[in-house]
């Protein structure tokens, strides 16, 4: 039986590429907020695109911290992509008229990239953690980035002494992607990178 993954319906932009790429690597995927449908999922997929504050805000609409929250504390996976890793730290320095605080997941903070030209967009090469099971068979490959924040530093948290954690370089050194336990993240999107986002994406099922 294939995994089922639940892509949180929160209406961050358009994540029909995300449904798609899953379903192309074997996944039963539904696009939902659906609490009962979230718990019960093999896997919840987080996307997110744009403003932190205004996909934090989302969220909250949903009851998305609640149930990204219920899944984590029963060790149950959870995948965030671009801004959808971004709000699991404590919070970003995107500019905004109503700041909302991040899910705060590890500690640090999102900030601008310091670099010539900003957003980053287009395809890097990442450093991938060592033993990383997220990235296997395609630790040498580029991945899609479309993004102007990253996390430029990395503090983890109190549970996380244990987790792995890829880098990529635009500017600065940052985080391009978190296996840590049942929380996984990646920057870059996997959806739009190609056979290597595929091959990333299809390791992620194996972990469910």
């Not at 539904?30 to 019960?40: K, R, Y």
């Not at 605080?101 to 601008?112: H, M, S």
Request: hydrophobic share 45%.
């Amino acid at each position: 039986m294939s995994a089922s993954v639940v892509v949180l319906d929160y209406g961050s932009g358009n994540v029909r590429s995300a449904v798609r790429m899953l379903e192309r690597v074997g996944a039963r995927v539904t696009l939902t907020a659906d609490p009962h449908e979230v718990a019960s999922a093999d896997g919840l997929f987080v996307p997110g695109v744009g403003n932190f504050h205004a996909c934090m805000a989302g969220l909250r609409a949903v009851r998305g911290p609640a149930l990204i929250g219920e899944r984590l504390s029963g060790d149950r996976p959870v995948m965030g992509i671009c801004v959808g890793m971004q709000v699991l730290f404590e919070g970003s320095d995107e500019p905004s008229a109503q700041p909302l605080p991040g899910l705060g997941r590890w500690a640090d903070t999102v900030q601008r990239l310091a670099a010539d030209v900003v957003p980053h967009t287009g395809w890097s090469p990442v450093e991938v953690a060592r033993g990383s099971e997220l990235f296997a068979g395609v630790e040498d490959q580029l991945f899609y980035f479309v993004h102007s924040y990253a996390a430029t530093t990395w503090s983890g948290s109190a549970d996380s002494a244990t987790a792995r954690v890829t880098w990529c370089a635009h500017g600065t050194r940052f985080v391009a992607a978190v296996e840590d336990g049942p929380l996984v993240a990646t920057q870059f999107h996997p959806e739009k990178s190609g056979d290597a986002g595929a091959t990333l994406l299809e390791n992620w099922l194996g972990l469910l």
